[in-house]
C-alpha cells in the first residue's frame, strides 16, 4: 500500500513538472501568434509614444547600429534597456529567435554628449553575443514566469514618481505582427512595493547572473 502511494506521488510529481514546463512554452507560442491579422498590432504606452521619445530612441538605434523593431521582427525579439538616469551609460541586452535558434547579445553603451549636455554626439559600445550558463529553455521558461511578455507599464499604477537619478529598465518584446513596449523608472524604490517592480528586480537580477556580466547600478 505504501510502495502504491510513492509511485502515485511520484508520477504527480513528473506530470506537475511536464505541465508547468508546456504551459510555459504554449504561453510564448500563443503569444508569438496572438496577432493573426497582416496588421501589426501595437502597445506604446503614452509616455512613450511623443514625437521627441521616438526621436530620441531613433537617434540611440542609429548610432548603435541597430534597426527598429517597432514595425515588427521576422522572428521574434527582446530587448531589455537598463540604465541609471543621473549616468551617462546604459546596458542593451538582446534575446532573439531565429529559425527556432536563441541567441544572446549584451552591449555597454556610453553616451557622449555636447559641451550643452542636451544632444548626443555618439555612442561608444562594448560587448557581443553572450551564452547562457544554462540551457536556453531554462532562461525563456524563467523569464515567461517572471511575466516578461505581460508586465505593463509603470504608468498604469498611480502616483508612481519617477526620480531623475534612480536605476531603471525598458523593455521591448517583437514579432512579426505585434510589437509592445513597457518601462520601469526608479526600480529601487518600488522592488519591495508592487509585484511587477519586483518581477522586472527580478528578471535583471536573473539576466545579470545567468550571463555573467554585472549590472549598472
Known sequence: MMFRKIIFAILIIIVSFYSCHSSVEDELTRYRNSNKSDTLASDIPKNMSSTSYS???KNIERMVGLSSIENGFEDFQIRIWSSVASDDSEQLIGLTNKSSMWTAELYNLKFVYNKNYDSIISINKQGGIKEPKSSWKYVINNLVRLKILKLPD?????????????????????SKNKYRTYSYPNIIL??????????????LMFLQDEFNFKLIK
Not at 154 to 174: K, L, Q, R
Not at 190 to 203: G, L, T
Open 154 to 174: 509603470y504608468s498604469t499604477f498611480p502616483n508612481y514618481y519617477v526620480s531623475t537619478d534612480a536605476n531603471g529598465a525598458t523593455v521591448e518584446i517583437s
Open 55 to 57: 526621436s530620441m530612441k
Open 190 to 203: 518600488y522592488k519591495n512595493k508592487i509585484a511587477e517592480v519586483k518581477n522586472m528586480d527580478d528578471i
